[in-house]
């Protein structure tokens, strides 16, 4: 009864080579997120959509994209990964966007790992 | 800079012996603070939450309390066991989705 899915859990891949994680929900949310987090820091938002609309945080690389085809399908893009984007990415949903009543959701993450 | 800070980042406990966590946040514009807990290789998950209306939330062996005028708030974790060893991250929103973290404290109960 998993409710956030994420694949694959591990991902290798070179410097600069394409990379892209998915995550799918079962919850029928409207809100899917994506966040980075490095070893022993707290996650780091890199963008969202709600419903179809795209909201990226101001300080995250133009070589992050992502995509939603459906509500229950988000891909991040890894256009030329780095050695610093090595970490675990997950993704995350919520019912709607009021805080005081929406809880975050989180997938088990995919950890990448760039050679 | 990080808008919620989170103190200790590690403590050590005896099994049966109660874990606080401390976190401290300047923004009075902030309304909801989670709690959560992280297993590694695992993502966070919700363990319990607050609004600043409430000076304190108890849910199983997991209190929060809250203290509106220190813009202080803490997880008390009563009677420790070794399956409570994960990493825990205080965070705090505002009236829109986004969630300022703590850096995280990393609990380890010994049996």
């Known amino acids: 009864d998993a409710m956030v899915i994420q694949n694959p859990r591990y991902q290798v891949t070179q410097f600069g080579k394409p990379v892209t994680l998915s995550c799918s929900q079962t919850?029928?949310?409207?809100?899917m997120y994506w966040y980075q987090q490095k070893s022993s820091q707290a996650p780091k938002l890199l963008f969202h959509?709600?419903?179809?609309?795209?909201?990226n945080e101001a300080d995250t690389p133009d070589n992050f994209q992502s995509r939603r085809p459906n509500t229950s399908f988000c891909f991040l893009d890894i256009r030329s990964p780095g050695l610093g984007d090595a970490a675990m990415y997950l993704c995350?949903?919520?019912?709607?966007?009021?805080?005081?009543?929406?809880?975050?959701?989180f997938g088990p993450g995919t950890r990448l790992t760039v050679l | 800079q990080q808008q919620v800070k989170q103190s200790p980042q590690s403590l050590i406990v005896q099994k049966g012996g109660i874990s606080i966590i401390n976190c401290a946040y300047e923004?009075?514009?902030?309304?909801?603070f989670p709690w959560y807990q992280q297993f590694p290789g695992k993502g966070p998950a919700l363990l319990i939450a607050?609004?600043?209306?409430?000076s304190e939330k108890k849910e199983g062996r997991f209190t929060i309390s809250f203290n509106k005028s220190a813009k202080q708030f803490s997880l008390h974790i009563m009677d420790s066991q070794p399956g409570d060893s994960a990493t825990y991250f205080c965070?705090?929103?505002?009236?829109?989705?986004?969630?300022?973290f703590g850096a995280g404290t990393t609990v380890t109960v010994r049996a």
């Open positions: 995350a949903t919520s019912r709607d966007l009021q805080t005081s009543t929406d809880t975050q959701y």
């Open positions: 965070a705090a929103s505002k009236h829109d989705y986004k969630l300022s």
């Open positions: 607050i609004r600043p209306d409430v």
């Open positions: 923004n009075t514009a902030f309304d909801y």
């Open positions: 919850l029928n949310h409207n809100v």
């Open positions: 959509y709600y419903d179809k609309d795209f909201n």
